[in-house]
């Protein structure tokens, strides 16, 4: 859990702008995530909600508005999947660098595990 918390944590701090960013992001914390769903220590909710606070306010203000329309039966409060997550992110982050620092490695959410 503790993995986790930091890579949320640092992904919340960097204020992701761009595909890449978000491209990193994302893997990281799949990885992670992955194991702890399987392992049985964190179950898909909390994995779902710990994915969203690390987007930070403005990212997620975009992501939340796209969902919004787009997955119109979603119950307030309940949390938005890691899978519809990412796609309004790509959504809403299309256009922009698919690097990570502004450095030419393409990072775009296409490497990421679970395409």
Do not use: C
């Not at 918390?5 to 960097?14: L, Q, V």
Request: proline share 3%; net charge positive; aromatic share 10%.
């Amino acid at each position: 859990m503790a993995d986790l918390d930091r890579i949320m944590g640092e992904a919340a701090r960097t204020d992701i702008k761009t595909i890449g960013q978000f491209a990193d992001y994302y893997r990281k914390f799949y990885q992670v995530s992955k194991w702890l769903t399987d392992s049985g220590q964190i179950g898909s909710l909390k994995r779902d909600r710990f994915f969203r606070n690390g987007l930070g306010p403005s990212l997620w203000s975009n992501i939340q508005h796209r969902l919004s329309i787009v997955e119109r039966d979603v119950r307030p409060g309940n949390p938005y999947t890691m899978t519809q997550m990412k796609a309004a992110a790509k959504f809403v982050l299309h256009g922009t660098n698919t690097s990570m620092n502004g450095d030419d490695k393409a990072h775009g959410l296409d490497y990421v595990a679970g395409g």
